[in-house]
């Protein structure tokens, strides 16, 4: 709602005034605001191509390669006019050697490029493994700029040899120097090959941005089935067992069982029943398991006896579909009644008996639990208890068998009429099993909402008794839960709640083929909080003044070459402190420089690999800076961080920092395509589709938010949209966790996450969210007596996450958690000395900084008071392990949460202006921005005192020109 009235008071100002009451605007010159053009437009295209001559282009007096080469122009090569520059070459076989082609004495700037590249051709006859790379000279002194990517060149063809201008150049330049192109070289070089010849260059070039290729424009999900390969193609994971929506099963077909896990006897699986086929012999085969789409699965096994036999299961259909060509089927599991229709009359046997005369095609099975379904396409001759189990014995070939538990997991009291109620109800539902689904999806960007359709395909069967199919669609049970816990969804047809449970919430659907609804897209990609300096607080000066020394004394200005994970939070630190800090000062000049480079290190070719899903055999970008690197989880967690990383930096100081490297923010954001879970709407923690985790779901968000404002900015529609639709999900699936436990209490099915066993229901933790969701059986709960467990919904530094508490309505509850909740458990909670005995970690750590930044920017605590117990941790145990909040990654945002906790909360309007400065003045009740207006007319901030309702300040500017805004919140 508040999303939706910050647009219509947008939208009144645009039409109307041009600003709020008492607001000031002034215009600054352009000396006073020394940016370039943002979003920039690339100056320049073509640099050579050698048409004229050779254009000042050289061989090195260096490079033995090309040593004493003497470049002409001809055309052999050519792929931009007539003529290309022709390079004489010379590789004696002695190791690794090195040629060198360049020209100096340019001035060129390169903002707003995206890379630079050029056509290299090689003869026929030259030999495989030479390689071509881009060489850049920069700023005054015409620096060499370090070690590019090389590009194998192909002998008889032209190879396009490009040089990204981010994350392309080890060690990374600053970005200013891009601005100061002085030269440009080619470097060839091969190992133990012997050859001389000619190759050509042409077409030298600067590009703008490259969009989406096909590995991203066709990038699908793989929902909870996934596997895992390493970046070397070793360590092959293959999960045979998966968690559906009301049961988990493995891949065996003979033998095939319907399991809850953690229920069974000594933590382990409770068996709802098995499915044998001809006999209850064990196969010697191995089963093949089909991944049809991100929520099918299909398997098939040959059967001891011969023949064989399949099982379709589907993560949104609480029902499986056996198929065989055996002539009888037997059900294990203990049931001792039965209930079916003969003759028109319902009837309950507990001995075996002549069916036929059975005149519906269901069975009931159940002892002293609740009772499972069967639905039959022919008519079995008899049915015998025997063994555990009930035999179906068929005249011919079974066909296709349905099996569900009849209330999904819902095992409480029961009803003998409503049991035989529901099953007549879902005979013809059962009879259209879905086999696939496509799910669609459309953003209205002036209504701020995406509207997704779930539409599925079905293999729908003729039964012996001339059922007519009625195929219904389900949306994904945590969207229907959400709904009813408040979160704002239209469904666009009028749903049906059934009584079957699923780990998620209850079964909904619609009748028909397709079920479509309405969310809001995430307000992060149209607003987004920023920091402010505070002046004029004595409270705040000596916060301000640690703030300053953390980051002018103790974060890196160089980039490291392992666990990048702290370039990343140093990245994040210096890109948002940017805008508060002095301009002019130390200070500001190491954030501008060495924020992007911190945050574009990360994205190095040494620091990132090709990761391959070995399912769908679709590719991803993943970090290799992490020791978790070649294992299958903390993936989302990584990504996350990277292009949150890079997505601050880029849109504070530099965008061509994101220009540069779309190519391979694209490659890691399709992580989050390929492993997308539809039943919750989460990215996945795990590759395998283990489960989705507190605070790998919050960065995975943050990252994706990142990446669609970056993609609106640049101009990338198609990854835009993906990343609005993508990211409302997984808006919903966190609103969804704080009502997960709720009805997981309800269904008395309550994992606990430390005792990894069911808990009594009473003690199903529901005051805060979930732990996170599990595939096989549905969450892991929050025990609290886990500092992690109250934390891990704070953490860390994800700024749309506190906006999604107060835009909302959860707030209140976290205040509980905080407040109430939290220091009663552990009323050591800032102590340093205290240890956690859990968790295994002292208290005063980076789990407690957590703490302190909600209380600062959600609850606005004093911020003297929030200092002092930062300050209380120095020198305790916490302060010497390696998860010190004290340690500048984690140092640096605490304090700039803290020096604001009693500053009004500022929103800036995304893609509407670039902020250069932000500050609130204390003294006077002030909040002043400067900025440039990226687009016409109406640009609005939004400002909320201390426990105040949002203001609104819109002012009327136009594109390119900067300003000065003060305004009372």
Same mark, same amino acid.
């Given at each position: 709602m508040?999303a939706?009235?910050?647009?219509?008071a947008a939208v009144?100002?645009?039409?109307?005034?041009?600003?709020?009451?008492?607001?000031d605007?002034?215009?600054l010159?352009?000396?006073a605001f020394?940016?370039?053009?943002y979003?920039?437009?690339c100056?320049v295209?073509?640099?050579?191509?050698?048409?004229?001559?050779?254009?000042g282009?050289?061989a090195s007096?260096w490079?033995?390669v090309t040593?004493?080469?003497?470049?002409?122009?001809?055309?052999?090569?050519?792929?931009?006019?007539?003529r290309a520059l022709q390079?004489?070459?010379?590789?004696?076989?002695a190791?690794?050697?090195q040629?060198?082609?360049?020209r100096e004495?340019?001035?060129?700037?390169l903002?707003?490029?995206a890379?630079i590249a050029?056509d290299?051709t090689l003869?026929a006859d030259?030999?495989?493994g030479l390689?071509?790379?881009?060489?850049?000279?920069?700023?005054p002194?015409a620096?060499w700029?370090?070690q590019a990517d090389?590009?194998?060149?192909?002998?008889g063809?032209a190879t396009?040899?490009r040089?990204?201008?981010a994350?392309g150049?080890?060690?990374?330049?600053?970005r200013?120097?891009l601005?100061?192109?002085?030269g440009?070289g080619l470097?060839i070089?091969?190992?133990s090959?012997t050859?001389?010849?000619t190759l050509?260059?042409?077409n030298?070039?600067v590009?703008?941005?490259q969009g989406?290729?096909?590995d991203?424009?066709?990038a699908f999900s793989?929902?909870?089935?996934g596997?895992?390969?390493d970046?070397?193609?070793?360590g092959?994971q293959?999960p045979?067992r998966n968690?559906f929506?009301t049961?988990?099963?493995?891949?065996?077909?003979q033998g095939?069982a319907?399991?809850?896990p953690?229920?069974?006897?000594?933590?382990g699986?409770?068996v709802?029943?098995?499915?044998?086929?001809?006999?209850?012999?064990?196969?010697?085969?191995?089963?093949?398991l089909?991944?049809?789409?991100?929520?099918?699965l299909?398997a098939?096994q040959?059967?001891?006896?011969?023949?064989?036999?399949?099982v379709?299961m589907?993560?949104a259909?609480?029902a499986?579909?056996?198929?065989s060509d055996?002539?009888?089927?037997?059900w294990q599991s203990?049931a001792?009644?039965?209930a079916l229709?003969q003759n028109?009359?319902?009837v309950?046997?507990s001995d075996?008996?002549?069916?036929?005369a059975?005149s519906e095609p269901?069975?009931l099975?159940?002892s002293?639990?609740?009772?499972t379904l069967l639905?039959?396409?022919?008519r079995?001759?008899s049915?015998?208890?025997?063994?555990?189990?009930v035999e179906f014995?068929?005249?011919?070939p079974?066909?296709s068998?349905?099996?569900?538990p009849?209330?999904?997991l819902g095992?409480?009291?029961?009803s003998?009429?409503d049991?035989?109620v529901?099953a007549?109800a879902?005979?013809?539902?059962?009879?259209?099993?879905p086999?696939a689904?496509?799910?669609?999806?459309?953003?209205n960007?002036?209504a701020?909402?995406v509207?997704i359709?779930d539409?599925?395909?079905?293999?729908?069967?003729?039964d012996?008794?001339?059922t007519?199919?009625?195929p219904?669609a389900a949306?994904?049970?945590?969207?229907?839960w959400?709904?009813k816990?408040?979160?704002?969804?239209?469904?666009a047809?009028?749903l049906?709640?059934?009584?079957?449970a699923t780990w998620f919430?209850?079964?909904a659907?619609?009748?028909?083929?397709s079920?479509?609804?309405t969310?809001?897209?995430a307000?992060a990609l149209?607003?987004q909080p920023?920091?402010?300096r505070v002046?004029?607080?004595?409270?705040?000066?000596?916060?301000r003044?640690?703030l300053e020394r953390?980051?002018?004394?103790e974060?890196?200005?160089?980039?490291g070459?392992?666990w990048l +994970?702290?370039? =990343?939070?140093?990245?994040? #630190?210096?890109?948002?402190a940017w *805008? %508060?800090? /002095?301009?002019?000062?130390?200070?500001?000049?190491?954030?501008?420089?060495a +924020?992007?480079? =911190?945050a574009?290190n990360? #994205?190095l070719?040494?620091?990132? *690999? %090709?990761? /391959?899903?070995?399912?769908?055999?679709q590719?991803?970008?993943a970090?290799?800076?992490?020791?978790?690197?070649?294992?299958? #989880?903390?993936k989302?967690?990584n990504?996350?961080?990277?292009l949150?990383?890079?997505?601050r930096?880029?849109?504070?100081i530099?965008?061509?920092?994101a220009r540069?490297a779309w190519?391979?923010?694209?490659?890691?954001?399709r992580?989050?395509?390929?492993f997308?879970d539809?039943?919750?709407?989460?990215?996945?923690s795990?590759t395998?589709?283990i489960?989705e985790?507190?605070d790998?779901m919050?960065?995975?968000?943050d990252?994706m938010l990142?990446?669609g404002?970056?993609?609106k900015?640049l101009?990338d529609t198609?990854?835009?949209?993906d990343?609005?639709y993508r990211?409302?999900?997984?808006q919903?699936?966190l609103?969804?966790?704080w009502f997960?436990?709720?009805?997981t209490?309800?269904i008395?099915?309550?994992?606990?996450?430390?005792s990894n066993?069911?808990?009594?229901?009473?003690?199903?933790?529901t005051?805060?969210?979930?732990?996170?969701?599990v595939?096989e059986?549905?969450c892991a709960t929050?025990?609290?007596?886990s500092?992690w467990?109250?934390?891990?919904?704070?953490y860390f530094?994800?700024?749309?996450?506190?906006?999604?508490?107060?835009d909302?309505?959860?707030?209140a509850?976290v205040q509980?958690?905080?407040?109430q909740?939290?220091p009663?458990l552990?009323p050591?909670?800032?102590?340093?000395n205290?240890?956690?005995s859990?968790?295994q970690r002292?208290?005063?750590s980076?789990y407690?900084?957590?703490h302190?930044?909600?209380?600062?920017?959600l609850?606005?605590?004093?911020?003297?008071?929030?200092?002092?117990?930062?300050?209380s941790?120095r020198?305790?145990?916490?302060?010497s392990?390696?998860?010190s909040?004290?340690?500048?990654?984690l140092?640096?945002p605490t304090?700039?949460?803290?020096?604001r906790?009693r500053?009004?909360?500022l929103?800036?309007?995304?893609?509407?202006?670039?902020?250069?400065?932000?500050?609130?003045?204390?003294a006077?009740g002030k909040v002043?921005v400067?900025?440039?207006a990226?687009?016409?007319?109406?640009?609005?901030f939004r400002?909320?005192?201390p426990?105040?309702a949002?203001?609104?300040?819109?002012?009327?500017v136009?594109?390119?020109?900067r300003?000065?805004?003060?305004?009372a919140p």
């Amino acid at each position: 709602m508040l999303a939706r009235l910050f647009l219509a008071a947008a939208v009144l100002s645009a039409c109307g005034g041009t600003q709020s009451s008492g607001d000031d605007l002034a215009e600054l010159s352009a000396a006073a605001f020394p940016l370039d053009p943002y979003p920039a437009r690339c100056g320049v295209s073509l640099i050579d191509s050698f048409e004229q001559g050779t254009g000042g282009w050289h061989a090195s007096s260096w490079a033995e390669v090309t040593l004493g080469a003497s470049v002409t122009t001809g055309p052999a090569g050519a792929t931009a006019g007539a003529r290309a520059l022709q390079i004489p070459v010379r590789f004696t076989g002695a190791g690794y050697e090195q040629g060198y082609v360049g020209r100096e004495s340019m001035q060129l700037s390169l903002a707003g490029c995206a890379s630079i590249a050029a056509d290299v051709t090689l003869p026929a006859d030259a030999p495989a493994g030479l390689r071509g790379s881009l060489v850049l000279l920069l700023g005054p002194s015409a620096a060499w700029n370090g070690q590019a990517d090389e590009v194998t060149l192909a002998p008889g063809a032209a190879t396009t040899v490009r040089l990204p201008l981010a994350a392309g150049i080890e060690p990374v330049p600053a970005r200013d120097l891009l601005k100061q192109l002085t030269g440009i070289g080619l470097k060839i070089d091969g190992s133990s090959t012997t050859w001389s010849g000619t190759l050509a260059l042409d077409n030298v070039r600067v590009e703008g941005l490259q969009g989406p290729g096909d590995d991203d424009r066709n990038a699908f999900s793989v929902g909870t089935f996934g596997g895992f390969q390493d970046s070397t193609g070793a360590g092959l994971q293959l999960p045979t067992r998966n968690g559906f929506l009301t049961f988990t099963a493995d891949a065996a077909v003979q033998g095939h069982a319907l399991l809850w896990p953690k229920l069974g006897a000594g933590g382990g699986d409770f068996v709802v029943g098995s499915a044998w086929f001809g006999d209850t012999q064990a196969p010697q085969s191995t089963p093949s398991l089909d991944f049809h789409d991100w929520v099918t699965l299909q398997a098939r096994q040959d059967l001891p006896s011969g023949g064989s036999a399949s099982v379709w299961m589907s993560r949104a259909f609480p029902a499986v579909r056996y198929g065989s060509d055996a002539q009888s089927f037997t059900w294990q599991s203990g049931a001792t009644q039965m209930a079916l229709v003969q003759n028109g009359a319902v009837v309950t046997l507990s001995d075996g008996a002549d069916l036929s005369a059975m005149s519906e095609p269901w069975v009931l099975l159940w002892s002293d639990g609740a009772p499972t379904l069967l639905t039959f396409q022919h008519r079995p001759a008899s049915a015998a208890f025997t063994g555990g189990g009930v035999e179906f014995d068929f005249a011919g070939p079974l066909g296709s068998v349905q099996a569900m538990p009849l209330y999904g997991l819902g095992r409480g009291a029961w009803s003998f009429d409503d049991a035989v109620v529901q099953a007549r109800a879902l005979v013809p539902v059962l009879a259209a099993f879905p086999v696939a689904l496509s799910e669609t999806y459309s953003v209205n960007e002036s209504a701020q909402t995406v509207t997704i359709t779930d539409s599925y395909s079905y293999e729908t069967l003729q039964d012996d008794w001339a059922t007519q199919p009625a195929p219904i669609a389900a949306p994904p049970p945590a969207v229907y839960w959400a709904s009813k816990n408040g979160y704002p969804v239209h469904f666009a047809s009028t749903l049906s709640e059934s009584p079957i449970a699923t780990w998620f919430g209850p079964f909904a659907y619609a009748a028909g083929e397709s079920v479509g609804y309405t969310i809001p897209v995430a307000a992060a990609l149209t607003r987004q909080p920023v920091a402010v300096r505070v002046d004029n607080s004595a409270a705040t000066k000596p916060i301000r003044a640690e703030l300053e020394r953390v980051l002018t004394d103790e974060v890196p200005s160089e980039p490291g070459t392992y666990w990048l +994970g702290n370039d =990343l939070s140093d990245a994040e #630190f210096l890109c948002d402190a940017w *805008a %508060t800090l /002095t301009p002019g000062s130390a200070a500001r000049a190491k954030a501008q420089t060495a +924020g992007p480079r =911190l945050a574009e290190n990360a #994205f190095l070719s040494r620091s990132v *690999a %090709t990761f /391959t899903e070995p399912v769908t055999g679709q590719q991803y970008l993943a970090p290799t800076w992490y020791p978790e690197q070649n294992l299958p #989880f903390d993936k989302e967690w990584n990504t996350g961080r990277q292009l949150a990383g890079l997505a601050r930096c880029s849109e504070a100081i530099d965008l061509d920092l994101a220009r540069g490297a779309w190519p391979k923010v694209l490659a890691m954001y399709r992580y989050h395509r390929v492993f997308f879970d539809w039943a919750t709407g989460s990215v996945l923690s795990s590759t395998l589709g283990i489960n989705e985790l507190a605070d790998g779901m919050h960065f995975a968000w943050d990252g994706m938010l990142g990446v669609g404002r970056l993609a609106k900015k640049l101009g990338d529609t198609q990854t835009f949209q993906d990343a609005a639709y993508r990211t409302a999900r997984q808006q919903l699936a966190l609103y969804d966790a704080w009502f997960q436990a709720a009805w997981t209490r309800q269904i008395d099915y309550g994992i606990g996450h430390i005792s990894n066993a069911q808990l009594p229901q009473d003690e199903v933790e529901t005051r805060g969210a979930i732990d996170g969701w599990v595939e096989e059986f549905g969450c892991a709960t929050l025990e609290l007596k886990s500092f992690w467990q109250t934390t891990n919904y704070l953490y860390f530094d994800v700024p749309a996450q506190l906006s999604l508490y107060r835009d909302y309505g959860l707030a209140a509850r976290v205040q509980a958690l905080e407040y109430q909740i939290m220091p009663s458990l552990h009323p050591s909670w800032s102590d340093g000395n205290a240890f956690d005995s859990v968790d295994q970690r002292y208290y005063g750590s980076n789990y407690t900084s957590a703490h302190l930044a909600a209380r600062a920017l959600l609850f606005h605590d004093d911020p003297a008071a929030l200092f002092t117990t930062y300050n209380s941790a120095r020198g305790t145990q916490a302060a010497s392990q390696w998860y010190s909040m004290f340690f500048h990654g984690l140092a640096g945002p605490t304090l700039l949460s803290i020096e604001r906790a009693r500053a009004p909360l500022l929103e800036a309007p995304v893609g509407a202006v670039r902020l250069d400065s932000s500050a609130w003045d204390a003294a006077a009740g002030k909040v002043s921005v400067d900025f440039q207006a990226l687009r016409s007319g109406s640009v609005s901030f939004r400002s909320r005192k201390p426990g105040g309702a949002f203001k609104l300040h819109s002012f009327a500017v136009t594109a390119g020109k900067r300003y000065a805004a003060t305004f009372a919140p």
